[in-house]
T-cell receptor, first 111, second 111 residues
Framework: GQQLNQSPQSMFIQEGEDVSMNCTSS?????WLWYKQDPGEGPVLLIA?????ELTSNGRLTAQFGITRKDSFLNISASIPSDVGIYFC???????????FGIGTKLQVIP | AAGVIQSPRHLIKEKRETATLKCYPI?????VYWYQQGPGQDPQFLIS???????DKGSIPDRFSAQQFSDYHSELNMSSLELGDSALYFC??????????FGSGTRLTVV
């Protein structure tokens, strides 16, 4: 099945710094999704990308759908303490709207 | 806005017991998904339903079953529980794209 490689797996950054994380796939995706999960809660959709080359922003978050359709990245600018959490990339994995998740990037922000 | 409602939030069961998890999707969402997330793991797809019919099946043990009812709520039934079934179980719903909305999950602990 589809495999998603997400990196880095964890990061510690200072408050105010910018963050970048990326996701690569073993096959072509038509959709890329980025989710954030707080401890004990369900993942929350941050950004959805539907077109190769698409660059989409949501506040301080920016995500891009790679031209090759096999990768995507998520940037967070001027990080704040509430950015702490696990960020998952996800994409379709066959079947009716079934989605596969990457292993996640655990972000820690040091005040 | 209404979200995906899951109940119970926490559940403790003994080995070999049975558990039933409930999910109430967002109104007018026609697809429901169940995911299992072990400690430190990414969510793993179990099963999904579209318009009350099973639409896809993932790595769901034979001891588990699920269904979607006429009011679109869904239940995940888990029998002969094992210690390894301890996890967060998420339900998500969507309409016609991959942008799921997740519930807050049910934390199942098998002792």
């Amino acid at each position: 099945g589809q495999q998603l490689n997400q990196s880095p797996q964890s990061m510690f950054i200072q408050e105010g710094e910018d963050v970048s994380m990326n996701c690569t796939s073993s096959s072509i995706f038509n959709t890329w999704l980025w989710y954030k999960q707080d401890p004990g809660e369900g993942p929350v959709l941050l950004i959805a990308l539907y077109k190769a080359g698409e660059l989409t922003s949501n506040g301080r978050l920016t995500a891009q759908f790679g031209i090759t359709r096999k990768d995507s990245f998520l940037n967070i600018s001027a990080s704040i303490p509430s950015d702490v959490g696990i960020y998952f990339c996800a994409g379709p994995s066959g079947g009716y709207q079934k989605v596969t998740f990457g292993i996640g990037t655990k972000l820690q922000v040091i005040p | 806005a209404a979200g995906v409602i899951q109940s119970p939030r926490h559940l403790i069961k003994e080995k070999r017991e049975t558990a039933t998890l409930k999910c109430y999707p967002i109104p007018r969402h026609d697809t429901v998904y169940w995911y299992q997330q072990g400690p430190g793991q990414d969510p793993q797809f179990l099963i999904s339903f579209y318009e009350k019919m099973q639409s896809d099946k993932g790595s769901i043990p034979d001891r588990f079953s699920a269904q979607q009812f006429s009011d679109y709520h869904s239940e995940l039934n888990m029998s002969s529980l094992e210690l390894g079934d301890s996890a967060l179980y998420f339900c998500a719903s969507s309409t016609d794209n991959y942008g799921y909305t997740f519930g807050s999950g049910t934390r199942l602990t098998v002792v």
